[in-house]
């Protein structure tokens, strides 16, 4: 759970099926197809688990990344390797050994700050506005 967005980032190995929310917030993430230069939207990519479900991927944030269809074969399909390292980081191996450098999407799945000319101003500090209590003349005259 991401505790900013409310979004389940993570159903772990008991769901291979990405839900909608999280669907969402990787598209926000990713952007465009992860395969480095690729600039396929990532509304029209799929949405590939990194470590293949079936070999205990889990269906997590951390393991999930878009790629459009051509490039999901080429992964699935030739010598190419991609690993994915906390923070959505997607480093690629060519069938030449090559490594890509690491990737990331420039863009960050944070919402952008609300309104930021319009911050809650400060309560005033040091002011106490507590009601004065002092003992009433009649009680403190009636102890004796
Ligand atoms: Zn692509």
Known sequence: MNGRTGVVLSVGNEQYAVPADLRRWLRLRDGTCRFPGCTRPAARSD?????AWEHGGPT?????????????????????AVEQEPGGVLVWTSPAGQTTAPTRRPTSARPPPRHPNHRKPRPPSGRATRPKTRPSRSLAGSAI
């Open 47 to 51: 949405i590939d688990h990194t470590k």
């Open 60 to 80: 997590d944030h951390d393991n999930l990344a878009h790629l459009c269809r051509m490039h999901h074969r080429l992964k699935h399909h030739t010598l190419w």
